[in-house]
């Protein structure tokens, strides 16, 4: 069985129950706040319109001068004229030059006085070569050199021999000494048809020296 319970007791214990549940509401922590919007994001965006603001400002200004540098400005041209050079031949190059030419002096010529033999050298011991017939002339090429045998040629032909210098006569008058003959040597010729002489031996008695070898058949 359920008692009453004295209304003045009921409102003190209600007035209680009031009391402590305001204290325990007022001493719990404080509820967090909602959090605001990250600024971070509206600072992204603006940046992002600003970039597409600034993007179709670049464009349309970029078309605009784009479309004012293409309009075709009319330029007068002034053609520069070339000066027309006169070229005035100079003297130099009209001359022409005629290279110096040192004549080669003429060979003196010589006639044969009488008939005489001409050989491979100056002098009779050498071998013969060929001969001459007395009023031919020949043409002095050489010389030896105390003047006593000339290096002569045929006109007709170009092989030289030696001759004793009396035995010819200058056409043009003179000597030997008369005319600008070079000294000339004697080349002689090789042959293998004779072999050189055996039993060579030499004797001297005072300034005088004689040489002895064994015949060689020529």
């Known amino acids: 069985m359920i008692k009453p319970v004295h209304s003045l007791k009921f409102y ?16 719990l922590p404080a509820a967090d706040a909602p959090a605001p919007t ?24 970029t078309q605009e001068v784009t479309r004012i540098v293409e309009v075709p400005v009319p330029v007068t041209v002034t053609p520069t004229l070339t000066p027309e ?28 006085l009488v008939h005489a ?11 013969y070569k060929y001969g001459l017939l007395a ?12 003047g ?7 006109g007709d032909h170009k092989n ?11 056409i043009a008058g003179g000597d030997v000494n008369n005319y600008n003959i070079p000294v000339a040597y004697s080349i002689l010729p090789y042959s293998n048809l004779y072999k050189p002489p055996t039993a060579v031996k030499a004797i001297r008695s005072g300034n005088k020296v004689t040489i002895y070898w064994n015949a060689v058949w020529m």
């Open 148 to 154: 006593t045998y000339l290096w002569v040629q045929g």
């Open 12 to 27: 003190k214990i209600c007035s209680v129950a009031v009391l402590i549940v305001v204290t325990g509401v007022s001493c």
């Open 117 to 127: 033999a001409c050989y491979y050298g100056p002098g009779d011991v050498y071998l």
């Open 135 to 146: 009023t031919s002339w020949m043409e002095v090429i050489g010389r030896n050199l105390d």
């Open 85 to 112: 050079i006169s070229l005035t031949p100079s003297l130099t190059s009209t001359i022409t030059r005629t290279p110096t030419i040192t004549p080669t002096p003429e060979a003196p010529r010589v006639t044969v």
């Open 160 to 170: 030289p021999c030696w001759m004793r210098a009396d035995q010819a006569q200058f």
């Open 38 to 61: 990250p600024v971070l994001q509206t600072v992204e965006v603006t940046r992002e319109v600003t970039q597409v603001v600034t993007q179709a400002v670049t464009q349309e200004v």
